[in-house]
């Protein structure tokens, strides 16, 4: 039952690392822009989830009706003003400027809250659990999963089911075309980036109500993105679901073997995975 315990919670962790990485896969699947400071930008979600209810008193979860537009309006202008310009053959630029940038926020968040770790106050439902099956399910994680699905849901149906997913699809396919068809590729893709970053804004909450961060937390969040985009497939939504849910089995597996063995673990089954399947297990079909 121990084992069987180690994977359920690791499948509900899969969850946050599907949030953190859904971003980063939609970015990609348009654009194909590798955002460094994608990470930082988790971290600027749960800052504004902070702010908010430090000044209204609001619970964490009800911020995000302020925070998800401000971090989706913040996206739209970033991508319009910066990233647009640094877009073309050449992968390095955007690498540097999102680099740069990742670099500007940290140091923002050090004049603005300190280096002290923060965390934001659920109240009961950091703490409150069900019983399925002989096992003990924080009610958190079961949310933040759930969150994940629909979340995943949502950008699958904008992606495939409506006129600004055709677009996206439009300007990612060839994007000379989509300009001949009348498409501005630069305001299609701000706003690719402001649903990105509306979809990092809700990571940086639940981030923010599961565990402390502080300025220099967005390192590692990348680092679970990116290696659950990789597993899962780039550009596929579903895939970076999976890619979560593996990589947060195998950290809670590898802890059961020996608590020092979690992030290791976690970093092997990307590994392999990036071993046996170099494009992912479930790589983006064009067209």
Known sequence: MDWVNAIVQGTLLGG????????????????????????????????????????????????????????AAIGYVLQRGILNKTLGDDILPPLLVTFGLSVILQ??????????PQKMNAGVLETASVSVGGLSLGVLPLLTFAIAVAVIAGLQFIFYRTPLGRSFRA??????????????????FGLAMALALAVTAIAGILLGIRTSFDPTAGGARLIYGFEAVIIGGLGNLWGTLIGGVILGVAQTVGAKIDPGWQLLAGHIAFLVVLAIRPNGLFPRVSG
């Not at 749960?46 to 908010?52: D, E, K, M, R």
């Not at 075309?177 to 305001?187: D, E, F, S, T, V």
Request: no cysteine; proline share 2%; hydrophobic share 55%.
């Open 16 to 71: 946050l690392y599907a949030l953190f990485a859904a971003g980063l896969s939609l970015i990609f699947g348009v654009m194909r822009l590798v955002n460094i400071a994608h990470g930082d930008l988790i971290v600027l979600g749960a800052y504004l989830g902070l702010t908010v209810v430090m000044a209204t008193g609001l619970h964490p979860l009800l911020a995000l009706v302020f925070v998800v537009p401000t971090m």
């Open 171 to 188: 300007v990612s396919d060839n994007q000379e075309i989509a300009q001949l068809m009348g498409l501005n590729k630069r305001h299609i």
């Open 107 to 116: 140091n923002l968040f050090l004049e603005g809250y300190t280096a002290d």
